[in-house]
């Protein structure tokens, strides 16, 4: 999990605002949203980083944030902020009325991700919920790809 971190182009995001993606990964959707992130406290939230907008891509291994805002070290390197986080670190994925709220959990605790999607945006985090009992099963080792369980019966 990265939070507010600098992503360099040509390391991790090319010139054209794409994410530079690992070998076995593709891209399953991607759209502009706002988002925050919050730390999840016994009775409040905390955030981390204020309200934000960017795009979002939703690969096949992660969640990925490039904020809109071009950025340039004082080394002379170019980039954006960059936000990401594994599929196996999410909990849970709520729908609001005005947001999408995605819980993980991982080694920086428990940190809550708030999406203000418009539209078709709001499609981008279905995959995300309803693959949840597949990502459990890859954990343990038991998943079994869909061209190998056959026809169902009935």
Do not use: C
């Not at 925050?36 to 309200?51: F, W």
């Not at 291994?61 to 490039?66: F, I, N, P, S, Y």
């Amino acid at each position: 999990m990265m939070i507010d971190e600098f992503g360099e182009v040509g390391k991790y995001v090319t010139a054209a605002n794409e994410p530079i993606l690992r070998p076995d990964e593709r891209v399953i959707g991607f759209r502009q949203l706002e988002y925050r992130v919050y730390r999840s406290a016994l009775v409040t939230k905390v955030p981390l980083i204020d309200e934000r907008g960017g795009w979002v891509w939703q690969t096949t291994k992660r969640v990925l944030h490039l904020d809109d805002k071009w950025e340039t070290l004082p080394t002379g390197v170019k980039g954006k902020r960059v936000h990401e986080y594994g599929f196996m670190d999410v909990t849970d994925v709520l729908w609001h009325k005005r947001d999408v709220t995605v819980t993980t959990k991982g080694p920086k605790g428990k940190v809550l991700w708030e999406y203000k999607p418009f539209g078709a945006a709001a499609r981008l985090f279905n995959w995300l919920r309803e693959q949840r009992e597949e990502r459990k099963q890859y954990a343990k080792g038991e998943h079994k790809p869909v061209y190998e369980r056959g026809k169902p019966e009935g």
